[in-house]
């Protein structure tokens, strides 16, 4: 054997071996920030939650030992829990169907502008750069009898924006609708930029109507969004705490309490019991979980 011979170079597949090892390993370095940011807080938070629902965890002395499914039992049985879980499915339907039609309304709108186009994306857009929180006390000054500046007319008109169950509603979903209303109007511009200008010439080539156009054309080409729209807003409907707590502090008469003001008031108010707190806390996760794998699927069978 000559050993002044030249090396020879690594044949192709070590090559490809050893790149595609190299881009593998990238790859987890590129992702690692983010599988730590998942881990630490999402998934540790989620096991201590589960943990605290399986066993008797007063919020001043910790964990007392497990306790399963004693929780749960408490949970359900609670006072305000029917009450309180058809009080957020109630705001969630509601909210959600103003929202949605209220959002494609203002995207068809702004579309369809030319000359006021970017006057009208401004003004629908400025109310989602405010805090939900900055927005609910905006709101309630407005709202009050005392404070606001519509106070005189309002006094003299006998109305009442949170006197009764109906009129709180109704004056926080006005609220969470001029939120977000500018938000989900851009989910919705985007995905109607997104269908080609060739199908809407083909459309009227072949004689459709504006409305059959956007219920054979729009409506179906549009569906990854509002699937996309759907989740985000059903979501955030049953989670909803902030705007109530500010506004209604679950008031009239007990009327306005979400179940997430409820698991607040559990764990920090009366009871201040965070195993019962954490038992529903799951509850409500294990119910969005499925409901928006459901929304999903019936979106996807819809697409078919």
């Known amino acids: 054997m000559d050993v002044n011979a030249p090396a020879r170079p690594p044949s192709a597949p070590m090559r490809g071996r050893f790149r595609s090892g190299r881009q593998a390993l990238l790859g987890w ?4 920030p983010t599988a730590v940011f998942v881990v630490a807080l999402f998934l540790l938070p989620l096991l201590i939650v589960v943990k605290m629902s399986l066993s008797r965890w007063p919020l001043l002395t910790g964990d007392q030992g497990i306790n399963a499914p004693d929780n749960f039992t408490k949970a359900i049985d609670h006072r305000f829990f ?11 339907v509601i909210a959600t169907v103003l ?11 702004v579309q369809e502008s030319s000359r006021w186009n970017n006057l009208l994306r401004a003004s629908f857009l400025v109310p989602s750069a405010l805090g ?10 407005l709202y ?8 005189p007319v309002v006094d003299r008109l006998g109305i009442t924006f949170l006197g009764s169950p109906n009129a709180a ?3 926080t979903v006005f609220l969470i609708v001029w939120r977000y209303a500018g938000f989900y109007m851009v989910l919705m511009l985007v995905g109607l930029q997104s269908i080609p ?21 729009t409506l179906p080409l549009l569906r990854p969004t509002l699937a996309l729209t759907t989740v985000l807003c ?4 049953l989670l909803a705490f902030e705007q109530f707590y500010i506004l209604t502090k679950g008031g009239p008469d007990n009327s306005t309490i979400t179940v997430v003001q409820l698991i607040y008031m559990i764990a920090f108010q009366g009871q201040n019991d965070l195993g019962v707190a954490a038992a529903l806390s799951v509850l409500v996760l294990a119910a969005l979980v499925l409901l928006n794998a459901l929304q999903m699927r019936a979106f996807r069978s819809e697409g078919n």
């Open 29 to 32: 370095l590129y992702a690692t």
């Open 82 to 92: 029917t009450d309180s879980v058809v009080f957020t499915v109630k705001y969630t």
């Open 99 to 109: 929202l949605l039609l209220l959002g494609l309304g203002m995207a068809l709108l």
């Open 132 to 141: 939900l929180a900055s927005a609910s006390l905006l709101f309630y000054v």
């Open 144 to 151: 009050s009898p005392y404070a606001s500046p519509l106070a």
């Open 169 to 171: 509603l109704f004056s």
């Open 197 to 217: 200008a060739d199908v809407f010439e083909a459309a009227r080539s072949d004689g459709a109507t504006r409305w059959q156009t956007f219920r054979r054309v």
């Open 234 to 237: 059903v979501t955030g409907s």
